[in-house]
């Protein structure tokens, strides 16, 4: 097993799960009449190993007097329909949640919108999710609406961001440092270098303060680009505002100034940084004996 492999983590339901492998065994379990403990429906639900009567399962268990379900098994249940790619499932487990007004926590909502994003690879249906939530009696978190960011410019699907960046007042969403930052990340990416740099100006006015992130980014994608005395510009916009460099932002532009062949000025920069509080790592010496 690789050592990717065996960091990956492990689905919470498979913490629950029993040597017994039958289904029926555990099907059974819910026609017991004495009371069912919420934790002894999760053992239950766990153990089911055919992800197609996950559903009729559910039902079940609704079905009983002494059981109301808990978000807890609702993770669990598309947890395990997620894994088998049984997306349809979850849609209509979410319906019933919604017809029965349960109210699901941001935490819950995270883990959904992360399941349509990267394992079903359905970008749009993380974008409804998002826009669902207060139907649900749940207002997206920064954490949850920087998240579908982050995707959408991981995907490069830089006019859709524009569009969810709009929502984040009728979201109820305050806006980040980090929320820029993908912001500035995904326009700098589609090359609307004008554009990223002005949120630097708008980044203020929603009460938040670009950061060496920020600048660093917006100095690599500049760089790429032979604009390295524009770089610089920023950089010392940077140091005007009492942002400190760091040694990615050293090695950014001593990689730009390799670029253009200005190796003096490289060396100049290089011999810099511990003055300033920063030291070269492996990064910066690729770069200057590249």
């Known amino acids: 097993m690789s050592r990717a492999l065996a960091r990956r983590p492990v689905p919470p339901f498979l913490r629950l799960r029993s040597t017994i492998c039958d289904d029926g065994y555990w099907m059974g379990r819910l026609d017991h009449k004495d009371w ?4 002894e429906v999760l053992k239950i639900f766990a153990n089911i190993r055919d992800p197609s009567l996950i559903t009729s399962v559910f039902n079940k268990a609704c079905n009983r007097r002494d059981y109301k379900p808990s978000e807890a098994l609702y993770s669990l249940m598309i947890d395990k329909l997620a894994c088998a790619r049984r997306f ?5 487990l979410l319906a019933r949640a919604r017809t029965e007004k349960f109210r699901f926590s941001d935490d819950f909502f995270y ?13 749009q249906k993380a974008i409804d999710t998002l826009f669902a939530m207060p139907g649900y009696n749940c207002w997206p978190s920064t954490k949850t609406f920087n998240y579908v960011l982050h ?3 991981c995907k490069r699907q830089y006019e859709v961001v524009h569009e969810i960046y709009s929502s984040a007042p009728r979201l109820g969403v305050t806006l980040d440092t980090c929320s820029f930052n993908i912001l500035v990340k995904g326009l700098a990416q589609f090359g ?3 554009e990223a740099i002005s949120l630097l100006h708008e980044m203020p006015k929603q009460g938040c303060r670009p950061n060496v ?3 660093s980014t917006l100095m690599h994608f500049l760089c790429q680009r032979c604009q390295v005395d524009k770089a610089f510009e920023l950089f010392e916009r940077m140091q005007k505002q009492d942002i400190a460099a760091d040694t990615v932002v050293y090695n950014i532009l001593i990689s730009g100034l390799c670029k253009e062949e200005r190796v003096t000025e490289a060396f100049s920069l290089f011999k810099s940084m511990t003055s300033k509080g920063c030291y070269p790592n492996s990064g910066t010496y690729q770069v200057i004996y590249a």
Do not use: C, Q, W
């Open 36 to 39: 069912l403990a919420p934790n």
């Open 88 to 92: 349809s499932d979850v849609e209509e």
């Open 111 to 123: 883990r959904l919108i992360k399941m349509y994003g990267n394992v079903a690879e359905h970008p």
């Open 151 to 153: 995707m959408l410019v």
């Open 192 to 194: 609307k270098f004008d």
């Open 213 to 215: 992130t920020t600048y």
